[in-house]
Nanobody, 126 residues
Framework: QVQLAESGGRFVQAGGSLKLSCAAS??????MGWFRQAPGKEREFTAG????????YYEDSVKGRFTISRDNAKNTVYLQMNSLTPEDTAVYFC?????????????????????WGQGIQVTVSS
């Protein structure tokens, strides 16, 4: 059974940092990603990684502030978030892709991923 278990979210002041973790189990994946969803808004992509190559890519609004990384031994992907603003407040979701990936394609849509974590709240106060 595939499981994606997120942890690390909580309440932080603007300018602060948080690190989210997503422990994956049940099978191997071709790509991992982090999405977020604020109240009344659609789920949006923030960061992704092709698992075999380790290549990463980001949504423009988080580029330079967020870093996606992995620990192969723990089958865990992380999202380090720095310089947080109230606009970063959302439920953050870890996602995994079980289908083949191609180096020329950036997987930014929810439909690009096959498995999801339960989501974790991140609240940034001004």
């Amino acid at each position: 059974q595939v499981q994606l278990a997120e942890s690390g979210g909580r309440f932080v002041q603007a300018g602060g940092s948080l690190k989210l973790s997503c422990a994956a189990s049940g099978r191997s994946f071709y790509a991992m990603g982090w999405f977020r969803q604020a109240p009344g808004k659609e789920r949006e992509f923030t960061a992704g990684m092709r698992w075999s190559s380790g290549s990463v890519y980001y949504e423009d609004s988080v580029k330079g502030r967020f870093t996606i990384s992995r620990d192969n031994a723990k089958n865990t992907v992380y999202l380090q978030m720095n310089s947080l603003t109230p606009e970063d407040t959302a439920v953050y979701f870890c996602a995994a892709r079980g289908r083949t990936v191609y180096d020329t394609i950036y997987y930014r849509l929810p439909n690009d991923y096959d498995y999801w974590g339960q989501g974790i709240q991140v609240t940034v106060s001004s």
